[in-house]
């Protein structure tokens, strides 16, 4: 039994426990099955292995109705926040959040977050164009993604382009552009790199894909030169894992008319700028070092 080899050599329990969370990572399912969870949870007397009970804990509200949770930080019109209820998107937020992770897990989950998130976002968004096609038995009316109108995407920082790679399927038609940012401790904000377009068109889409958002600095810097290159308030969409009250709040005020998707408002950011409890140092989690 596994309980009985890790207590009697101790030796084989990180190997065993590594073991377990990729099987758990990568299968949703793994960690329901009465076997799986009950070795699990013997474990816990030998050592720092974790219990399932222990990321059931509630970590948003999951309403029913509307479909996502809308957060609106002001009773003026301001910055929409949706954090979609999907359970798929809890267990990755959680496999993300694991200090004990290896680096391929963390990898793993912010890969299916951007999946799913991007296809929250694209879901009443996606351009589509109607057809008539010849179905087996008649003709049937059908509408087919409308690849004449690619979607501009922005990616910030070094973990974004993670969180698009499975993104694909989803956007058939579709330009990337990369940039980072430094943020000086007056807020100040300097390009380190920006492949910004020259020119973007009043009726493209753009979404800003930003892994998380402690400050409103940088995100507020690459908004208004999308703006000022053509692109329409309402026609940008931001998409993050993780975000800080008090970076929405400024953003909020600025931005009505643009939506934010994100797995998790998190309560709090530290003094020196970080979310809590957040991702941690993200691109380090994710790319090793």
Known sequence: PIARLANGTSRYFPLLRMILLLLWCLSPSVMSSPTISSKVLRLNRIGRAFSPKSLERPMCSTPTKPRFSETQTHAAKTMTILVPPHPLIKHYLAV??????????????????????MYELL???LPTAAQEIQATHAVAEAEFIDNSKPIQIIAMGRVAPVMLEQ???????????????????????DYYLNTLPEKILPEEKVVVVVPEIASHEAL??????????G????????????VAPPALAKLGLSYPEIRLYCAMIDPEVTDDGRIVPGLGNLALRTFGG
């Open 96 to 117: 993300a959040r694991l200090e004990m992770a290896p680096s391929l897990m963390t990898k793993t989950a912010i890969t299916e977050l951007g999946r799913i998130l």
């Open 123 to 125: 879901r009443d968004w």
């Open 167 to 189: 993104t694909g399927t989803l956007l058939p038609s579709s330009q990337t552009y990369h940039v980072g940012l430094d943020i000086s401790t007056e807020g100040s904000t």
């Open 220 to 229: 507020d810097r690459v908004i208004k030169d999308t703006i000022s290159k």
């Open 231 to 242: 692109a329409q308030k309402e026609n940008i969409r931001v998409l993050s894992l993780v």
